[in-house]
């Protein structure tokens, strides 16, 4: 999803809801609600390829990334800007200098 796709949802929000997440599959008595928007001065690698045959796909401060590792194939790597939400305090404050909004 991109921001201007999440900007184009939430014109139908109440501005007073409250924002929750759910991973994929869980039930709905496990939703987070969001407390923390990290949005980094830099961009972020996205890499996708297959390890061992299954593909694999990630996101994460450029700093983050090592050497790929030689049992990953078909490796595709791009920059890209990303926003991160979170459900509380994460390492971010660690690897990278975020622009930090909590509520």
């Not at 008595?29 to 045959?53: Q, R, Y």
């Not at 996101?59 to 890209?80: K, M, N, S, Y």
Request: hydrophobic residues 40%.
């Amino acid at each position: 999803m991109r921001v201007h796709e999440l900007i184009e949802a939430l014109k139908a929000a109440h501005p007073d809801s409250v924002v929750l997440f759910l991973e994929t599959y869980a039930d709905v008595a496990e939703s987070d609600e969001i407390s923390h928007v990290h949005i980094p001065e830099k961009s972020w690698l996205h890499e996708t390829g297959f390890n061992f045959g299954q593909r694999y796909e990630l996101r994460l401060p450029i700093a983050e990334r090592g050497d790929v590792e030689l049992e990953r194939t078909d490796v595709v790597q791009r920059f890209e800007l990303v926003v991160v939400l979170s459900n509380g305090p994460t390492n971010l404050r660690y690897v990278c200098r975020p622009v930090i909004l909590t509520d």
